[in-house]
């Protein structure tokens, strides 16, 4: 009887707010099934060759044990070019192989979705100066006005706020909320902007236009 392998767990991460992908050590040694320490090893002794891909990065990180003790454990995060340059260091077992193709496809993954996100950001561009124009332009508003105009998109887009959203994401963090949404985000976001936007050039109130957005977004 052929027995099918386990699926692979989550294998490459994007922080909030950061640009470049990264698997991590534990992730290699666990899915090429090898010793984490034999992946530890090798990261340290080829070092310099790994940082001629870039900085390389690690997280210290507690871990707690049954007895409820912990331990301090050094996590490092790899880009696509570093784990690569790993694996090869690696025997080419099936289970190394394997992992092989999965990394380089989870890294095809996520470099497509952080393309499709700076796209958006780029065509949202417009739309946002327009926003920031028009309220500037308006005699009649203050300071807050765009923080308020911007929120009610979030609110019509998630039901939460800026606030909220980099709360529960990047929490004590400055990060603008924009810079923390998926690509799929970021055009829903933009969808509620631009009818935000239409609505202030006609002249709609706020009250009004929380009252239409925000009823559209219970249907």
Not at 99 to 106: I, R, T
Not at 168 to 194: F, H, I, M
Not at 205 to 214: G, I, S
């Amino acid at each position: 009887m052929t027995h099918k392998a386990a699926p692979l767990p989550k294998l490459v991460f994007l922080e909030a707010g950061e640009h470049e992908p990264y698997t991590t050590d534990k992730i290699i040694a666990e899915c090429a099934q090898v010793k984490r320490k034999v992946v530890s090893d090798l990261i340290r002794r080829y070092k310099t060759d790994l940082e001629s891909f870039g900085i390389l990065r690690f997280k210290n990180a507690k871990i707690i044990s049954e007895d409820g003790r912990g331990r301090p454990e050094k996590l490092y995060h790899l880009n696509e070019q570093q784990a690569t340059l790993l694996i090869t260091y690696l025997r080419n077992t099936e289970p190394v192989k394997a992992f092989k193709k999965a990394l380089v496809k989870e890294f095809y993954a996520m470099r497509a979705e952080l393309t499709k996100r700076r796209e958006l950001r780029a065509e949202g561009k417009p739309q946002r100066r327009s926003l920031t124009d028009m309220i500037r332009d308006n005699p009649g508003a203050n300071r807050w006005d765009y923080k308020l105009y911007t929120d009610l998109a979030y609110k019509a887009a998630f039901g939460k706020t800026a606030a909220q959203i980099r709360k529960e994401r990047a929490p004590g963090s400055k990060r603008r909320a924009v810079d923390l949404l998926t690509a799929d985000e970021l055009s829903a976001y933009q969808k509620q902007e631009n009818a935000v936007a239409s609505l202030y050039a006609v002249g709609v109130d706020y009250e009004a236009m929380k009252a239409v957005l925000l009823t559209e977004r219970t249907k």
